[in-house]
């Protein structure tokens, strides 16, 4: 946070203009006490970046069935929120892309699937971190002082 201070100021405006927002469920999982949830807790970070949307209960149970339609409650705490993030991404699919840091890997099963392949299995775009600041051209100013 300390390195690239002005792309914590440049998330929260991408926020207010509605072109990124986390689900709360992706929120709750922030680890309490972390810099990160530190951080949301100032100001109006927290509310600017938060998708304020009911998700559908049967668009989360759809994308639970692309990792496996029998999972136990074990695969089910370790696949975590990734399926209510997919959800809320499926529920506007023309509109959203599903940000994430995991790569594909489509040998994988169950609970173990990675959020692209199973985005993929459900016709959701995705895209990694770098690729939405490209998209969003994030930029910082230290061209300015060279």
């Given at each position: 946070m300390q390195r690239v201070p002005e792309f914590w100021g440049w998330l929260v405006h991408?926020?207010?203009?509605?072109?990124l927002k986390i689900p709360l469920e992706i929120l709750e999982e922030i680890t309490e006490g972390s810099e990160?949830?530190?951080?949301?807790?100032?100001?109006?970070?927290?509310?600017?970046?938060?998708?304020?949307?009911?998700?559908?209960?049967?668009l989360?149970?759809?994308?639970?069935?692309?990792?496996?339609p029998d999972?136990?409650?074990a695969?089910?705490?370790?696949?975590?929120?990734?399926?209510?993030?997919?959800?809320?991404?499926?529920a506007h699919r023309g509109d959203r892309i599903v940000v994430t840091v995991e790569a594909s890997k489509p040998s994988t099963k169950r609970a173990n699937r990675r959020i692209p392949d199973v985005c993929r299995d459900l016709d959701v775009r995705?895209?990694?971190s770098f690729q939405m600041l490209?998209?969003?051209?994030?930029?910082?100013?230290?061209?300015?002082q060279l």
């Open positions: 991408m926020g207010e203009t509605g072109a990160l949830a530190q951080w949301l807790k100032e100001g109006d970070n927290c509310d600017a970046l938060k998708l304020d949307e009911d998700v559908d209960p049967t989360v149970q759809a994308v639970i069935e692309k990792y496996a999972l136990n409650d695969e089910i705490i370790e696949v975590g929120r990734d399926p209510f993030l997919i959800a809320h991404a499926l995705w895209c990694n490209t998209e969003l051209n994030f930029r910082t100013g230290w061209r300015a």
